[in-house]
């Protein structure tokens, strides 16, 4: 589904669902490929993290976390998840690896997994949500913004990504 698609694109069929195992390859290539759309570091971006083949098993290991992926068609199209920010209080989750290819962009689908990923944070008592990004991703930003995130001036926990300078939190109490 190429981006000339981007009209054609139907959500009849599509799902959102945790990651199963098979999805490991196909979620790490739409990751891969859009970093590099991006123009994105290898060092110190989601490029680089050693889970990012292993999605299903890193996501399962951890307490509080999950990541679900998007699927059109058969096809895995996006994702997105979350976990415990490193370094941070229990009440701190960061939200993590949220992609989308880009003939499935502005269509809802990644303000639909960002909510689905709020609200089963919430669910585990975390209260604020982290995030980091690169100061290129403008869309990934404005819908951020629009879901209640706000920029603030510091990184927080260690994520290892010190090549992402773009930093947003959300505090749920604040969401409606």
Known sequence: MDASNRHEVSLATLK????????????????????????????????????LDTMTEHYAQQARASYFVAELEGEVIAGCGFGPLPGEGDHLCELQKMY???????????????????????????????????PNMLAAQALYQKMGFRYIDQA?????????????????????
């Open 16 to 51: 959102l669902r945790e990651i199963r195992h098979t999805d490991n390859a196909k979620i790490a290539e739409v990751i891969r490929s859009v970093l590099i759309e991006m123009d994105a570091p290898r060092v110190g971006s989601a490029y680089a993290d050693p889970s």
């Open 100 to 134: 989308l290819r880009p003939a499935c962009r502005g269509l809802g689908i990644g303000q639909k997994l960002v909510r689905l990923c709020v609200e089963r944070a919430r669910s585990f008592g975390y209260t604020q949500c982290y995030l980091e990004t690169l």
């Open 156 to 176: 927080l926990g260690n994520t290892g990504h010190n090549a992402c300078p773009v930093w947003m939190l959300l505090e749920f109490d604040e969401l409606s």
